[in-house]
């Protein structure tokens, strides 16, 4: 943990050395941000609880590929998802935020029920830090053995995968040539209005979807 703490104390004195305690001051608040976000991040990987039960599908299964996690607000990604629901579809909604772990034979999600017919799930990721979905590249192998993971639990054949955000665009791709599911992208933003988004790779995500 020292040595840990050690290297991402690092940066921030170098930049102490070379521009001045103004940029250092930002710059050590990023380190403490990125390391706060790990820890929230980091649980012990545990088995999906047993006797979780999915109920059998009445008709085709969404797979929700979000734009924000479901507790963040209750907005358009989850009116959709309890809608479904109400009309007898499974909703599998996925999270933004990966559970850490250093086992790479380790695919499972991780599932939690959040009401009637709707589960949230979770990747598992071996990044070394959080993975920020709207500008990092995603684990898309193992992302991809993880949903066939979720398939096999939940016993999902037919199903639709809604994306939300671009960066799920090339992962939803390969999941349908996989297992045979349909691609829905439904655009929550006019992300070229957001100064944080890398605008241009955003943009050429979307155009592939």
């Excluded at 998802?81 to 034979?105: H, M, P, W």
């Excluded at 090339?170 to 829905?184: D, T």
């Excluded at 992208?185 to 944080?196: I, L, P, Q, T, V």
Aim: proline share 6%; net charge neutral; hydrophobic share 40%.
């Amino acid at each position: 943990m020292l040595k840990r703490g050690g290297r991402l104390l690092l940066r921030p004195w170098e930049v102490l050395l070379k521009e001045g305690p103004g940029p250092f001051i930002r710059a050590a608040g990023r380190k403490i941000h990125l390391g706060w976000l790990k820890l929230r991040q980091w649980k012990p990987y545990k088995e999906r609880p047993r006797g979780l039960d999915f109920g059998t599908p009445q008709h085709f299964d969404v797979i929700c590929l979000p734009i924000i996690n479901w507790d963040y607000r209750f907005q358009r990604p989850q009116h959709l998802s309890v809608q479904l629901a109400a009309q007898g579809c499974r909703v599998f909604y996925g999270s933004i935020n990966v559970v850490l772990t250093d086992d790479e034979k380790i695919a499972a999600p991780l599932i939690t029920h959040l009401q009637e017919r709707i589960w949230n799930f979770q990747f598992p990721s071996l990044s070394e830090k959080p993975i920020n979905i709207y500008e990092d590249e995603l684990e898309e192998d193992r992302f991809l053995d993880t949903l066939g993971n979720l398939a096999e639990q939940a016993g999902i054949n037919a199903a639709v995968l809604l994306v939300d955000f671009p960066s799920w665009g090339s992962l939803a791709l390969k999941a349908r040539e996989r297992f045979g599911w349909r691609v829905v992208y439904d655009c929550m933003e006019d992300h070229a209005g957001f100064s944080h988004l890398p605008v241009a790779t955003v943009q050429e995500k979307e155009i592939a979807l």
